[in-house]
């Protein structure tokens, strides 16, 4: 997965993803309690233990862009919606054979101290 963000990351609509939310934007209320940028999800997948499986990423990957594309429409810039369709479906691509897999973190093993 990580090779995913990657690559989502270097799309030219990858800015896109790293707006902070507009409090005047018209579905402001509606999305605020689950609006997500890229730089949180990819440290959401990198630090935290969040994620159990890819498919629980991807949803939240895909919520994201949801968002974005919905406000682009409603009160937002209706010419982004097209890069944010594009966004969509790299990341389809990109996802593809990805689904179902664990993320689930075994303990790390302290380094041995063997002289």
Not at 18 to 37: A, D, F, I, R, S
Not at 53 to 72: E, H, Q, W
């Amino acid at each position: 997965m990580g090779d995913v963000f990657e690559t989502m990351k270097k799309e030219p609509s990858a800015h896109l993803f790293n707006q902070p939310l507009n409090t005047n934007h018209p579905m402001y209320e509606e999305v605020k309690g689950n609006y997500m940028t890229l730089t949180m999800l990819d440290l959401h997948f990198k630090i935290g233990n969040k994620y159990k499986n890819t498919d629980d990423l991807a949803t939240d990957f895909r919520n994201m862009i949801m968002n974005k594309m919905k406000m682009s429409m409603q009160g937002g810039d209706p010419s982004e919606y097209q890069a944010i369709q594009d966004f969509l479906v790299k990341f389809d691509n990109e996802f593809r054979g990805l689904e179902n897999q664990s993320l689930v973190r075994g303990p790390e093993t302290p380094p041995s101290n063997k002289a």
